[in-house]
Nanobody, 124 residues
């Protein structure tokens, strides 16, 4: 399986962006796709994740009520709608795949396949 993340860009504080993660190869309804972000000098941190069956999602407290994760299984796409963006959301955003997930994990170590990352910059 390969992942490709795109949709990043430069936006003013309070604005919106939608990130997309395209998957090629075989996944299952138990698979989980997660969005993580990494700012310069910081560790990769969990943002949001969704089980591809659509039965469950999870969000970091810092993005809850601002970001929404969704999926389109027919297109093999996972989206991250980001609203009310803040300068502290600035980072490279990555999508990762946990192919046979038993749960939705917030640790990047549980995700074995990663896309290349897309830069999100929020200006104040």
């Amino acid at each position: 399986v390969q992942l490709q993340a795109f949709g990043g860009g430069l936006v003013q504080a309070g604005g919106s962006l939608r990130l997309s993660c395209a998957a090629s190869g075989s996944t299952s309804s138990n698979s989980v796709v997660g969005w993580f972000r990494q700012a310069p000098g910081k560790e990769r941190e969990f943002v949001a994740a969704i089980r591809l069956s659509g039965t469950s999602t999870s969000y970091a407290d810092s993005v809850k009520d601002r970001f929404t994760i969704s999926r389109d299984n027919a297109k093999k796409m996972v989206y991250l709608q980001m609203n009310s963006l803040k300068p502290e959301d600035t980072a490279i955003y990555y999508c990762g795949l946990d192919l046979a997930a038993r749960s939705i994990y917030h640790s990047a170590k549980m995700y074995t396949t990663w896309g290349q990352g897309t830069q999100v910059t929020v200006s104040s």
